[in-house]
């Protein structure tokens, strides 16, 4: 199986939709076969599902993904043989490979991470060093990390078309870093293999643009199965020329939001869905749940406070926000501990080696769970055995998660055609 036997946070016979894609399961598998023969995947990703009964569809897409330490120590064998798998096909005689993380050296959450990703590398066997490109890391230097352990950082250094310490010459260079404050010279041009590519951080990068390969990977995959493509897969729009302190773009912006609500309705009324339709705008690039808002109308974007219109005018590295996407929101009805709650599911080459849930006591079912206060609930695998025999019953417990790991693989294909496409 490509996806471990998990449990969620739900409970009770599959949906329609989780019984649809369960009883398709040798077609999908063989369809993933076929796509990964034609399609490489990204080297690692983490996807953001919304699961609202009716629908479910991922939200986000990253392909710098932290938050290893998140996952339950019983996936690491999992992510191991996937790390060998995936540099193997990327560069099979990798020896030596050079992490660069992100530049924020006290996030020792975040560290936490970079240090569990080493651990799955080493022991993929590859001799593993990390490479910093902040500044305040000019000479080797010590971080502590919230369990009692040290991470050491060491200053990248560049000689002609390769880069690596002073003294480690690595195979491969992999980036933890999404170079949201642009491209470094060092990386230019390098003739080392460096994973991700540098056109898949976010000084290159739109969110409209994962969205736009997803849409075509899910018409192919809803044929495939002959569901609405719909339950999958959010509407979204892009708005460009925006300056939110301005107010320059602010009707644009409005209207795309009211159209749609008014799309989003329809579906509502032709699948028989008694809920209220609401929209998510967020900035086109960057992750750390910053520059969003969920609106139900227009009005309410017109209408924005000067605090409100602070958050969305600035993203991660001070960045100013000129252009969003405007896409459908997705309701979760899932709750761990009284919290609402969503599923992040994490890959390593094209295979799921685990997740977590996204928990927020504070926020609710149609908000952004990527905030302060949220915290992390590990997933576990369902039985003992990762492929446990379930006769083929559908309400199986091991096999509800099997729906959330096809989406999410889904969302890994739209990315593998991302990088596939030419830099602008």
Same mark, same amino acid.
């Not at 080297?43 to 996807?47: A, D, E, I, L």
């Given at each position: 199986m490509s996806v471990p036997h998990l449990t969620t946070a739900l409970t009770g016979p599959l949906l329609e939709l989780e019984r649809k894609i369960l009883d398709a399961q040798p077609e999908?598998?063989?369809w993933f076969r076929n796509q990964w023969q034609e399609h490489t995947p990204p080297?690692?990703?983490?996807?953001d599902l919304r699961n609202a009964g009716y629908k479910l569809a991922p939200v986000d897409m990253n392909l710098f993904p932290g938050g290893f330490n998140n996952l339950n120590p019983e996936f690491h064998p999992l992510a191991v043989q996937a790390a060998m798998m995936a540099l193997e096909g990327y560069c099979p005689d990798a020896r030596r490979i050079l992490l660069?993380?992100?530049n924020h050296t006290r996030n020792a959450f975040y560290l936490q991470?970079?240090?569990?990703?080493?651990?799955?590398?080493? &022991?993929?066997?590859?001799?593993?060093r990390v490479g910093s490109l902040s500044p305040e890391i000019s000479a080797p230097t010590e971080l502590a990390l919230p369990d009692g352990s040290t991470l050491l950082q060491e200053p990248v250094v560049r000689q002609g078309n390769r880069v690596g310490l002073a003294d480690f010459d690595p195979c491969v260079v992999l980036l933890n870093n999404d170079l949201s404050g642009g491209i470094p010279a060092i990386l230019e041009n390098i003739e080392q293999t460096l994973l991700p590519p540098l056109h898949a951080g976010w000084?290159?990068?739109?969110?409209?643009?994962?969205?736009?390969?997803?849409?075509k990977v899910v018409d192919e995959f809803a044929k495939l199965i002959d569901i609405d493509p719909w339950f999958i897969n959010p509407y979204f729009e892009h708005v460009d020329g925006l300056d939110f302190h301005a107010r320059?773009?602010?009707e644009q912006l409005a209207a795309t939001v009211d159209a749609m609500v008014e799309k989003i309705a329809a579906k509502y009324? &032709?699948?028989g869905i008694d809920q209220t339709p609401f929209v998510i705008v967020k900035a086109n690039a960057g992750t750390y749940g910053m520059g969003i808002m969920s609106v139900k109308s227009g009005a309410e974007l017109v209408n924005l406070n000067r605090k409100q219109r602070n958050k969305m005018s600035v993203i991660k590295e001070g960045l100013t926000v000129h252009d969003v996407i405007v896409q459908e929101g997705v309701p979760t009805f899932e709750t761990i501990d009284e919290g609402v709650a969503e599923p992040v599911i994490y890959m390593l080459d094209r295979f799921v080696i685990g997740g977590f849930y996204r928990v927020h006591t504070g926020r609710g079912i149609d908000e952004n769970l990527n905030a302060p206060g949220m915290h992390f609930q590990p997933l576990a695998f369902a039985t003992p055995l990762t492929t446990p025999d379930c006769d083929g019953s559908p309400d199986c417990e091991a096999n509800r998660f099997y729906a959330y790991g096809v989406v999410a693989r889904l969302a890994l294909l739209a990315g593998a055609l991302e990088l596939e496409a030419e830099p602008n």
């Open positions: 999908i598998e063989h080297f690692y990703g983490s996807v660069i993380p992100e991470n970079v240090a569990a990703l080493v651990k799955i590398l080493r &022991q993929a066997g590859m001799v593993v000084a290159v990068r739109r969110k409209t643009g994962h969205f736009s390969a997803y849409d320059e773009g602010e009324a &032709q699948h």
